[in-house]
């Protein structure tokens, strides 16, 4: 199971702040006002790089969001990844946005796909349940040369809502649920990482699929 402690700073980003502090000190000490840029800089770095601790909801079936920022499309779609009916839930993680990526649920990491060259769907991880549920997790950057960090491996348990990854200055984060799960969010939502439920699965028979909660 991955550990991660909440520092407010994301790791990813700590050391790169420290080295302006420090470089900014030391033109403080000898030139002054000189140093201001790098003062600013190692803020903007604060900022940018902020991750602050989530409490996760007490609901087992819940679907944990993976990021902060907005549903940009809730759609029933067959999945390339499981070959299999699912729901795709696209969220934009912005600039300004906090960029660590959860865990949507509690499961084991079966198996992930790394884009190749030109393939725009980015990092993928497949999640499995105790209870069979199959949900695939997709990560790609806004800046194609920085690649998603993931810190889950294959074979490893992961908590639900727990710290698993990274996208460096924001990006475009997919949720491919089963095609039954109750979707909770729409189009144009605001979500918030760790804390907020984007979709219930659903083990009973007789499901409302999102198409046609939707149309409802």
Known sequence: MLSYRYPLIAREGAMWIV?????????????????????????????????????????????VCPVDGEVGAVEEVDCPYLQQPAVRILLRNMFFDVHSVHSPMEGKLLQEWFSSAGDSRGHAQWIQSDEGDDIVLVMATRLKMLRPRCYAQPGERIGQGQRCGYLHFGGVVEVWVPSKTRIAVKPGDR?????????????????????TQETA
């Open 19 to 63: 080295l302006l502090a420090v470089i900014a000190g030391v033109l403080q000490y000898l030139f002054g006002w000189l140093a201001t840029p790098l003062w600013l800089a190692a803020i903007v770095g604060l900022f940018l790089y902020r991750d602050p601790a989530r409490r996760v909801p007490a609901a087992p079936l819940g679907v």
């Open 191 to 211: 979500v918030v990482a760790g804390s907020d439920i984007i979709a219930n699965l659903v083990h009973e028979k007789g499901a409302v699929s999102a198409a």
